[in-house]
């Protein structure tokens, strides 16, 4: 077990966890990792991160100190002074799912000392810090929030793959249960970033991290539904969208894309919807109108594959199509809730023959029963059409256009009488 002197918690060691928990080695805190994925656990004790932000000399660096315990063993953190609850929140059945958030409260309660202080990270609806995790900790701690211990949220800005706005650098907003709770949440940070932005209490906080998100999701279906109307009028809306960038004042620059996927914009704007119906029994349209959009956005793509294959006089049924890049992002092996998996079910259901080309991809992610190419030369001959999904910098992307393959391209990269973009 880890010495006890300002021991800090990190429940969760995935995208959003580590990077807190090597931040918080880093600057002198004794740092219990606790993830209940033993071979996770097993990976960071053996000094290999599954983290793209996280090289493994940074990891490697965090174990050697002695003040990094990777463990799925909750009896590790008694006697804590910090917790911070990063576990996921995923929607099951289009349902908030608080499970890990619950459990991970409950761990922590019957562990919990009085002058401790736990901070929720987990992307949530509005309300969830003050009724559901604060009734959790008073019950299996027996002491009271606000008074013997204190309690925050802070939203995560995670952006994987990001080397300009990293955990240190993204502003933090913080929040707290009462004054006490704010003082001691904002303090933590203020060693762990660069600048904290407080707000007066934890909904302010949770619904700040659903706006981002929801503001991102909403434009994306604009630029979205926009692509496809851009072709069926045979206008180029990728020219528009760059020409309207150049406006330096009232626009932000969106791009469309096969669809959107990670553990934020599929997902976050649905809480807060839920919340809305829940609590007002009023239906949030702006979201509703760009889940339903953003969802379809794989349809669309195979659509486009079909005519595509279809100019080539062939049919998607027995034809090979090969998807370049797999993750929902660029740069980063995440592929929760990516759009290439709606791809691969789809074109699968219509008989397709489907590679997969991403490096990034570990193995134990990799989609079950999917053929797993490298980007070469033979690998685009021997494909009868593809699918540029995710444009990682580490593509030789000239090998896509050096070729004759039909290419859909979903990400404007490519050139080329054989290329059709989204």
């Known amino acids: 077990m880890i010495s006890q002197q300002r021991t800090a918690v990190i429940v969760g060691q995935g995208y959003v966890g580590l990077p807190v928990a090597m931040r918080a080695v880093e600057v002198g805190y004794n740092v219990v990792g606790i993830d209940l994925d033993e071979r996770r656990t097993q990976s960071l004790r053996d000094g290999e991160s599954y983290v793209d932000d996280i090289p493994v000399e940074r990891l490697r660096s965090a174990l ?27 929607l099951r059945e289009s349902l908030p799912d608080l499970s890990f958030i619950e459990e991970s409260s409950k761990s922590l309660s019957t562990r919990l000392k009085a002058g401790a202080t736990v901070i929720l990270e987990s992307t949530t609806y509005p309300g969830t810090t003050e009724e559901l ?23 995560e800005r995670i952006d994987p793959g990001n080397k300009t706005w990293g955990f240190v ?28 932005v407080p707000v007066s209490s934890p909904k302010e906080a949770e619904l700040t991290k659903l706006l981002e998100n929801t503001f991102r999701h909403v434009n994306i279906a604009l630029v979205n539904e926009l692509a496809i109307f851009g072709n069926q009028l045979g206008v180029n809306v990728w020219e528009s969208i760059e020409a309207a960038s150049t406006k330096p004042f009232g626009f932000m620059k969106f791009t469309p894309g096969p669809g959107v996927g990670g553990h934020c914009l599929p ?24 889940n339903d959009i953003n969802d379809h956005m794989p349809d669309y793509v195979i659509q486009r594959l ?36 709606r791809l691969i079910e789809l074109l699968t259901e219509y008989g397709a023959n489907v590679v997969g080309i991403d490096e990034h991809v570990e193995d134990h992610r990799w989609p079950r029963g999917l053929e797993r190419a490298s980007l070469t030369a033979e ?31 979903a990400k404007n990269r490519l050139v080329g009488a054989h290329v059709e973009r989204l």
């Open 267 to 290: 997902v976050d704007p649905s809480y807060l919807s839920w919340q809305v119906r829940r609590k007002l029994g009023q239906n949030f349209r702006f979201v509703e109108l760009a």
């Open 379 to 409: 690998t685009v001959e021997n494909a009868d059409a593809m699918i540029l999904v995710t444009d990682h910098d580490d593509f030789e992307l000239s090998i896509l256009e050096a070729g004759t393959t039909p290419i859909l391209d």
């Open 64 to 90: 050697s100190s002695g003040r990094y315990l990777p463990t799925t063993d909750y009896d590790d953190t008694v006697g804590f002074d910090i917790a911070v609850i990063t576990v996921p929140t995923p």
């Open 306 to 341: 079909m005519l595509l294959l279809n100019n080539d006089g062939k049919a998607i049924k027995g034809s090979r199509v090969a998807l370049v890049g797999l993750s929902y992002k660029k740069n980063t092996g995440d592929i929760r809730e990516s759009p290439s998996l």
């Open 169 to 196: 650098e993204t502003p933090k907003v913080v929040s707290g249960l009462n004054p006490a709770s704010l003082d001691r949440v904002q303090g933590f940070y203020n060693e762990l970033v660069n600048t904290t």
């Open 133 to 155: 995790v604060v009734p959790i900790l008073e019950a299996g701690s027996g002491l009271t929030a606000g008074v013997d211990f204190f309690v925050g949220y802070s939203p």
